[in-house]
């Protein structure tokens, strides 16, 4: 018997406690498991212990999954005690696993392997942003960050407006919150009057914010303050 990939979901704000956004039936899954993967040890802890499960965190093996991370052997000694029955949770450091998350690498691999991988319920920033954009949901694309240097990145905004313009699918980005108000800036310098442009802001956190106007109407209106506040950005029809 192999044991159980649990992908399970955690506040996207450190200002929401578990449980305002969390199922009750996951903390159950949480209680039963003594073997995490997670994308960085001090916060999956954080958020284990706000959580409350049962059993002490001090008693937990924690395996870390981020970015400096390669597949291959060391992914596979990841899955290698699900192989011989030991089930093991997923975290992510913000929402949803395995979505815009290197917590995919280890659900590829139990997959490979046979190994029975169940996704829990929980808050993802990019479906909330969706959701409360009244832009397209029956056709939409996540582009992760935009490009660093600035041609390339206004390159990036046009090709994704005549994407969302021609195709009628909604795009969606996200920025290092430090460089949010600098990306507001350029994409209402670059996109065409025309363009519905969405900002969602602290999503599921106390300060929430989620507006979508035409560029030119952002034009006329005060700019919301993104600095450090994470955000994701929307183009639409």
Not at 130 to 135: H, Q
Not at 185 to 208: H, I, M, S, Y
Request: glycine letters at 8%; charged letters at 25%.
């Amino acid at each position: 018997m192999t044991g159980t990939l649990y992908l399970i979901p955690c506040p996207i704000s450190d200002e929401t406690a578990p449980w305002e956004v969390l199922p009750a039936a996951n903390r159950a899954v949480m209680d039963g498991l003594d073997y995490f993967i997670v994308e960085n040890t001090r916060t999956a802890r954080r958020f284990l212990s706000r959580a409350g499960i049962a059993r002490p965190i001090d008693e937990l093996e924690f395996r870390e999954l981020n970015e400096h991370t390669v597949a291959g052997r060391a992914v596979e000694e990841l899955v290698e005690p699900l192989a011989v029955g030991r089930s093991a949770g997923v975290i992510s450091e913000a929402g949803v696993p395995g979505v815009a998350d290197p917590g995919a690498l280890v659900v590829e691999a139990c997959h490979r392997r046979g190994i029975r991988v169940v996704p829990l319920v929980g808050p993802s920033s990019i479906i909330l942003a969706v959701m409360a954009s009244g832009l397209n949901g029956q056709s939409f694309a996540f582009n992760g960050y935009l490009p660093v240097k600035p041609g390339e990145r206004t390159q990036a905004i046009r090709r994704y407006e005549r994407r969302a313009q021609s195709e009628r699918q909604t795009q969606l980005f996200i920025e290092a919150p430090y460089r949010n108000v600098k990306l507001l800036e350029e994409l209402l310098r670059t996109l065409a009057p025309a363009t519905r442009l969405g900002v969602a802001a602290d999503l599921t956190a106390p300060g929430e914010r989620v507006e979508v106007h035409t560029v030119a109407e952002w034009r006329e209106r005060p700019l919301p303050g993104l600095h450090k506040r994470p955000a994701i950005f929307l183009i639409g029809a």
